[in-house]
């Protein structure tokens, strides 16, 4: 057994059950099979090309290619026959990849998923096989073992279990026996039979077995007993790690659309039942003097999870939406409230307190563009009765939506109070307050409003202009509602839009603000206290005589809700379509020419050794001031090129060390050059005279061709890329750094004189010569 | 005794004559060449030879041969228990006619003297002969008769029989320049051997092709090739390393160190070259350390030799890559 097979052995183990750690991932194991297949197929390879005496780099590129094929001919499986392999791979991937980017642990399913699985563990381990063999370093195969311990332990944001520490600890631990047992070798190898066995395997195993017992034990106790990182410790580096996200202010877009003077279709929607919906981007549940603001918020990804405060179905049931958006970019996805699973394409994460949902892929600007998709949601719409009985719940999560900031406007806190004098159910005083909001002084417009929320517009607002718009009315009465003790924010998104056979349709000025109230056991209810834009939710509106609403029947979002007063286009905003270069495609150009600089400065890097032993050798071979510099430089250059064939440099004197390298070389090179090469460094070394070394320079050249010639270029492309001279003249370097000076000679030791009474030496000389 | 004026000889002509010394040698030994080539080594570098090996291996023949091929005085003294120090060195004898003492040279008074089976004559009779090769002159009774000019003893030595022998010490082995070991010859030469030496004596064909004065002024050539100071500096290290080997108990002499240098001029001008290469140095190391040290007692229980101990003295020394 080769060397080369051990290692490759200990790297299969370490492979084949390494591929064990992505179980936890997903619930279909079928991606164990072909990566084990291929493991078995890369580790024959690398045997094989070891046996054919192949250069490592040129096995490292074999396998790099039977992995490639591996990847193509699972493709092959799924997908129409009729489309080329290399069509059909591309979306199968891409497929894969939203599938593991949409779809929470354990994963269902998927054919793209599954390779990009199988290919995760086999280049991980090919990684780690080119660490091992070719490197020759097999200490630094732990990183692609940790990787694979990694990535679920990251993925589920959980505690991964000690199985899957174990499966890796394993694995490295069969790749560094293998590794003891090559250097065991090496070193016994002349050594006769039983000196030999009293270290061998034996001593390997009981080794291992000593150092990583306690080893692996003190791991695990340790493990247990530290505090460990918190899972949310990785959030900021979930979207593709590019760090925290920073959430646009959607306000911003809101007054843009709405003051824009041409109505644009942004959207349309079918749904499954009679009425359209309001499409929620995102709230703002923080208040402060500057108005109404994001949070930090953590992301989560997978399936959308519980809503808040309602822990069953309210009695508005699910709905069905399947959303079309052409030409609308947003990092947030219009959903109905509460969404509960969508299927948008891209990555996609959702905040559990608000049901945000949010893009964190790479241009999640632009995520919404162009987007199909369905989402299932509840439709949160209260019975008046009971709300009106519901108490003030704290939503989970989302304590900020309760907190009263002392510097509110003492005109604002007393207006409050008096809408609400009398009125003790939260709910009816929420209707109180929208009802004030609707009722007469105030008015709609766009153009008046200045489009802040901060305490001053709002306090403007309320009792001076009494004009505004929905941001103007959303976060007045967002405002008032926690004065009055309930917990609220105001939400961004879209009205219902207008209805055109069996779609909606929803344009640019659709677009609207409306406060959300958290009540006990209903969780966020919408309010609506714009007049004009729409007519407020029959839950919200409290009948005449009666302390709540109690409609029997859902009142129809208004249609005219986009009635559009005078408002012109305040400035020249241009549409993401138009001509020219957009953000997005800069981005991405700007993203090509960084690729293309660090290719080209890796290239580089790859490429300096070579280029230095170059210019190295042409300098070496120049014009010398002295001959003797010009004998020694050739010399050198001899030996640099012996070293960069891949060869040991011989010790000894220059004819020695010429027989060995003479052997590579053609009969009359070796006959005529280098003798004449070796007679010059003779002669300049160890002569009084030197003869004339015109003839040198040829020689010279006669000798390093026929060296370079000894040996074709793919079996020593490794040295070509990492010249050997170089390496060595780095070893030569560190060697003279790190060692000491020899220690002084003892005068005692370099003359010993034998003593008389020394048996050996009375003993005849003759003697002791015959055996 | 040599009073003529010695012709003054270039490098060139130590290459050309010794390369006819060294084929009329080989028509009589074959197969021996590295044996000749140390002997001629030993020659031209003014040094005394000890060839020891089993009996039967021609150690006496390449004595006679190195003597016969040049035209100079060669004796041949056989060792044997009873031989007297006179017998080496010459005695003086009273001449009736003239009615005064007259000395009568021994055998040691020749340009080459082959001492046969050294180890067999007395100590008192080896510390003689040796005595006269180191001091190259002879005194008795008073009168000091100086000896011939090349001078060298090719001293053999059979180290199977040791019953009734008087093994040299190792200072009398230090006076030997080089030591050989013959060998058995290869089985082409030896079938050669038996072809050409079935019939006839070769030797008796042998003819001198030079004479002792020109020996004598190649060994004055030799003595101006040049050692450069690197060189000089890895024989000491060489040196050095047999004195602090852990398997030697006695490491190589100042005199060894003398003598190294003296064979690797002879060497270098032997190669044609006029200066000295570590590998002459390197090459004749074993030949003319070995017989000066002594292994330890490990080095013996391990049944290392000392050639195997020198070689890897040498190995451990680093070639100078400097001038």
Redesign the interface.
Known sequence: MRPVDRIWIGTSVAGLIGGLTLLPLTSDASYLYPSWLLIAVLSVAAVVGDRLRLAKVIVNGIQILLAAALAVSLAMGPGPADVAWYARLVPLLRSGYDHIQTSAAPMPPDPGAQIILTLIVVLLFLVAGILADTLERPAWTLAPLLALYLIPAIALRTDVNVVSFLVVVIGYLAILFADGLNSDRRWTRNLSHDSAMSRGSRGIWRLSVVVATPTLIAAIVLGLILPTLSPTFFTSLRPNGTGPIEMVDPQLDLRKNLEQGTSREVLSYTTNKATGTYLRLATLPVLNAEGWAQSQVTLKQGGLGSVPGLASAPSGGSRITNVQIDDFASMYLPAPYAPRAQNATGEWSYDPASLMIIATGANRARATVGQRYTVESWDVEPNGAALSTAKVGVPEGQSMTLEIPADIPTPIVQLVNQLTTGVEAPALKAAAMQAYLRSTPFSYSVQGASGKTSYDAISTFLFQTHTGYCVQYASAMALMARIAGIPSRVAVGFLPGTQSGDRWLVTSHDMHAWPELYFEGQGWVRFEPTPAVAVPPPWTVVAPNQPSAAPSTVAEPSVSASTQPTAQATQDHQSPSAVGITDAEASRIRTEIILAIVGAFILLLLLTPMVARRLLRRSRLGPASDPHESVARAWLEVRDTWLDLGHRWPQGTPRQIADVVGQRLPGGVAETSLSGVVSAVEQSRYSEHLEDVEGLRRQVDAVLSGLDASRPWYRRIGHIIVPGSLTYAARQWWRRVTTRPAPEELGEETTRVPSTDDESYRRPVGASTIR | MVGSVIEKRSLGDVLDIMGTVRSAIEGVIEGKRGSIDMAMVVLLAEGHLLLEDVPGVGKTMLAKALGRSIASTVRRIQFTPDLLPSDVTGVSVYNQGTGAFEFKPGGIFANIVVGDEI?RASPKTQSAMLESMEERQVTVDGVTHKLATPFMVIATQN??E?EG?Y????AQ?DRFMARIEMGYPTVAAEIEMLDNHGSSDPLAALRPVTDADTIHSLILAVRGV?V?P??KKYLIDIV?AT??SRDL???ASPRASLQLLRAGRAKAALSG???????DI?DLAVNVLAHRT????EA?LS?RS?AEIITKAV?SV??????
């Open positions: 180890n180290p199977i040791m022998t093994p040299l010490p190792e082995r040049y450069a690197a060189v050095t004195r602090q108990r006695l490491g070259r006029d200066y000295v290469l570590p590998d390197a002594l292994p330890s007692t013996q049944r000392v190995q680093p070639v100078p890559d400097k001038r």
